[in-house]
């Protein structure tokens, strides 16, 4: 497949214009490219530029309202509320982190309730930042169903992700970030266009048989990572994104979708824990000591690690995506 050069500069400039010709304003395309941008520098292709025409098709859809400003309020002392108004969750993230930091800090921990809004990424960049400011952190995301309860065969969960953060010594961050099924939808759907098979467990087809083809997976369901202990782990997340913040289940959130295959309407819960009130003065010390210990068994990494090592590695002269991608999202720009 032929590949395309780009700076990070390029990469946010390309998806900053491709979100601005169709309908976001500046700040939610901003919002929106820092996010890609930093998935291109982490090596993690499915939520970077392969994501714009997926963006691109729900704003053209009026799913997505680009011009929508998330409003923030205190809806408890330890609860921050960002209203979404139906836009894009990286900018409702973005305004709500300061609040959420401020009430963690005051109140030993504090939650950020997101609703109305589009997420389509990966939930380390909102995690990440919390840490970085010396805070445990969790997120929880649900979408539209993709993903088979187990034992049962037809889509009921979204793929609902949900991410943990720890701060370190060095003011980083461990975090892990993971889908409760199998594998993320991108993934798959990057299997396909790439013609690779999937690892066996990653889904049945419509008729519910176990099958290694990507399209049929996408026709037919996904599977929870194992077996009944992931499915319980989708359910948490659909309950705490849904009900919790009156909002969308992962099936409301599918009745609701237009199945354009851009992100669904719903919402998000970040909570923050301010070790120090915890009776952990020593607690980030003390991860540290942990993490010396469980890495002394070889073959061991911690969570992130690749993440971290793509950041690191990624050159000066830039990322690589697919020509065909870089053709598709200058079309978009028109
Ligand atoms: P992966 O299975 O690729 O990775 C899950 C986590 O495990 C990562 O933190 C990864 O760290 C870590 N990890 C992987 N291998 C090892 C190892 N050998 N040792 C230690 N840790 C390891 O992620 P998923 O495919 O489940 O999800 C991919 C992304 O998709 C996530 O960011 C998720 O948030 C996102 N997503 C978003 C959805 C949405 O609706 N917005 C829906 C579903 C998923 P590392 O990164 O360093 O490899």
Known sequence: MDQVSLTLAEVTDLATRALMANGCNEANAAAVARNMTAAERDGCKSHGLFRVP????????????????????????????VEGHGGLAPLAQEMGRQPLIEAARAQGMAALAIRRTHHYAALWPETEPLAEAGLVAMAFVNAPPYVAPAGGTKPFFGTNPMAFAWPRADGGAMVWDQASSMMARGEIQIAKRDGHDLPPGAGIDKDGNPTTDPAAVLEGAQLPFGGYKGGAIALMVDLLCGPLLGEVSSVEAGAADNRDGGPATGGELILAIDPAAFGGTDAIAR?????????????????????????????????????????TIHDLIG
């Open 54 to 81: 997926g963006y691109v098709k729900s704003l053209r859809a009026g799913k997505i309202d680009g011009q929508a400003m998330p409003v923030v309020t205190h809806t408890g002392p330890c609860v921050v509320t």
């Open 287 to 327: 991860g540290e000591r942990l993490f010396t210990a469980m890495l002394e068994q070889e073959g061991v990494r911690l969570p992130g690690d690749r993440r971290h090592a793509a950041r690191a590695q990624t050159p000066v002269g830039g990322i690589e995506i697919p020509k065909s991608l870089a053709d």
